[in-house]
C-alpha cells in the first residue's frame, strides 16, 4: 500500500509546527488536525495505509509495453480479459501511453504473467502483444502501409475489370475482398471462438458479407478498403499523439557525466547512479537526477518544469533538479536522490499514471460503448426481419441493415473521450501543472469555492525583521530561540541579528504547537511566540499594533519585547484572484494564523471574500469542513503541500503550490503546481475547462452525426459509403479534434 512521506517546516506563523519525517495518510493527518494538546499534535510514528488511492502500489505491479493495440474498445476487452485470469489480482491497460500494468496473485514471476498474458490478448485482439517495460519496442514495419496500397490498386483494378468484361461481378471482387479484409475475417472469427462477439470486426464482417449477399459486389470490397484506410490513418493520428503528449514532458536526460576517481567522465545511463556519485553538467545539458552543487556555478532553465521562463543562479550548496536544463558553466554535483526518486522520475511517473484515473465522462463512455453496440445489432436485425414481413424485400431490408451494422461501431466515442482527457492533463503540465487524473481536471471544472492558506500561496513567505520593541536584548535573545529552526521567520530573526549563536548556552528547545517556542538559555526559561504563548504563561506584555507578524519575548519570566515581521503579497495573486472570480468562482477564502487585522488588509488588497484569522493547525480543516457541507460545488484547497496536508487531503481538489521536489506535494495534492505562481489555478482552470468541451464535442459529433446516418441508412437514403464515413471518419475527426489540446496551453 502507498504511504504519505511527510516532513514539516519547523513552524509557521499560523503555529502549525513539527520536526520529524513521519509515515502518514489521510486518516492519521486528520487525527493530527483534530489534536488540541502540543504532545498529539504531530503524528510521528504513525504508519497507516492510505484508502483512497485508486491506483494502488504501482510499483507493486508489473509494467509492460504494449505494441500492435490502436483501438481503445480493444484496450478494454483486454483488460476485461485478464482480470478474469486466474493468476491476476489486477490488471490496468492505459491505452493513451500504450503500457499495462498487471499486479499478479501469488509469486509469479513477470516473465510468466508476460507469456499468459500475451496468449489471451492474442485471442482478443490479435496482432498486439506485450513486451517488458526496458525492453524496445518492436519496428514499425511497412507491410501494412504495403498492403494498403495493393489493396487499393487491386480494387480499382477489379472496378475496370468490371467494367471492361462480361465476367460475373462475384468472381471479380471475391479475391479482392478476401485479400482486403482478410485480416478483419480471421479476428472476428477468432473473437466469436473466445466469446467476443460484439466488436467492430464482427460488425465489418457481417455487413460486407451481406452485401455480397445482396449482390453489392463492388460496395462490399470497397467498405473493407475505405475502413483499413480509415484505421490506417486513424493509428497515425493516436501515434502522433501519444508522441506529442510524451515531447511535452521531454525532461530525460539521456545520459549522466560520472566523475570517476581521477577527474575524468564517463558517459553512464542517469538509472545507474547512486547517493554520493558526483557528476559533471555542462552547459546545454540536462540535470540528470536530484543533487546538490559542490563546485562551479551556473544559471538553471526550470521552464520544464515549472513553465516559468526565468532562470534560477545556482551555486555551490544550492538543489539542483533532474529535468532543469544547464544554460551555461560547468557545475559538478553529488547526486542526492537515485534516478527513482529524483523530481523528473516522479513528474514522468505522474503524467504516466494520470490516465488510470478516469473521469465520470470516460466511465459512462466505457459502460455505454457495451451496451451500444448489441443494441444496435439488435435493431438491424429487427431491420431485416420486421419489414420484410410487412412489405417483403428482404434482400433491400438485408442492404440497409447491412449498412446499419458498419455505422455502429463506438470507436469514435471510445478512443477521443479519454484521448481528450489524457490531452487535457498534457497541456497542463506543459505549464507546470501536474494534475492526477481526468477525474480530477473534470472535477476541477466545477470548483465554486477556492480555500486559500496565506504565506507561500498569496504571499510570498519571505519575511524579514521590520522592526524591534523593548529591551535592547529582544532580538538577541529571539536569534537565540529560532536558531534549532529552519523556518523563513527565523532565518529572518537570523539575518537581522548578523552575530554568531552560541548554541552551548541553550538547552531544553521545545516547540508548542500553535504558540511558538521554549528553549533555556544560560539555565532560565525564553519564550517567543505569538500573544497567546504570552497568555499561556501569565506573563504581563505590551501589544504590539502594527501590521505583520509579531513575536514576543520573554525571558526569565519577564516580558522583553515585541518583533515585527513582515510578508509580501505576491506580484500576481491579486490577478489570479480576479481571474478565478471571472471564470465563475463565487467564493474566494483565506486561512491563516495570523492576527485578524493583518489578514483582512491582505484579503482586502488582493480582492479575497472571506478570511478566517488566527487559527491554530486543527482549525483550518474544520473550516474547510464548512465549506464543503455547504452545497453540492466542489471546494478545492490550496497550499504549500507540507504543512497543508491534512486540508489538501480533504478537499475536493487539493492544489499544492511550488511542489518540485516534495515528496508530501505529489503524495497529498490532486494538482502540483510545480512553481509557486498562482496564476496557475485559473489557467489550469481554463484548461479543464476546454478540454471538457473538446469531449463534450467529440460525443456530439460522434453520436449526432452516426444518429443521422442511422435513421437515413434505415429509410434506404444513404448506402454503405455514408457508413464507413459515419464510423471511421468520425473516429478520425474525433482523435483530431482531441489533439487540438495538446496545444491549448499556448492561449491561457
Known sequence: MKHLHVHHHDHKPDGSCCNHDTKVTKEAYEMHASSNTPNQACACNTDISNEEDDIGDIEAKYKFKLSGLDCGSCAQKIEDRLN???YIQEAKINFTHGVAYIEPKGNISKQEVLEKSNVLIDQVEPGAKMVGDDEEEPKESNRERNELLLSIAI???????EKTTNIHPFLIYVLPYLFTGYHVIYKSIKNIMHGEIFDEHFLMTIATLGAFVVAAYEEAVAVMLFYNIGEYFQDLAVDRTRKSITGLMDLQAEYANLVKADNSYEEVDPKTLKIGDRIAIKAGEKVPVDAIVVSGSSSLDLSALNGEVKLKDVHEGDEVLAGSLNTMGLITCEVTKA??????SKILDLVEHASNKKAPTETFITKFAKVYTPIVVGLALLLVIVPTLVVGDFYTWLYRACTFLVISCPCALVVSVPLGFYAGIGSASRIGALVKGGNYLELLEHVDTIVMDKTGTITKGEFAVESVQGHEDTLKLAAYAESYSNHPIAKSIATAYTKAIDVTKLSSYQEVAGYGVSVSYDDKPLLVGNQKLMEKEHIPYTVNQNLGTVLYVAYNGQYMGSIVIGDQIKPTSK??????HDLGVSQTVMLTGDQADIANVIAKEVGINNVHAGLLPQDKVSILEEYLTKDDKAVAFVGDGINDAPALMRADVGISMGGVGSDVAIEASDIVLMSDDL????????????T??????????????????LILSAFGITNMWAG??????VTLLAVLNSM????YYKKV
Open 84 to 86: 478474469k485470469a486466474d
Open 155 to 161: 480494387f480499382f483494378i477489379a472496378v475496370i475489370v
Open 339 to 344: 534516478y527513482k526518486d529524483s523530481t523528473v
Open 575 to 580: 490577478q489570479a484572484i480576479q481571474d478565478m
Open 679 to 690: 496564476l496557475l489555478i485559473p489557467k489550469t482552470m481554463k484548461i479543464a475547462r476546454k
Open 692 to 709: 471538457k468541451r473538446i469531449v463534450i464535442q467529440n460525443v456530439v459529433m460522434a453520436l449526432g452525426i452516426k444518429t443521422i446516418v
Open 724 to 729: 464507413v464515413f459515419a464510423d471511421v471518419g
Open 740 to 743: 487540438r489540446m495538446l496545444y
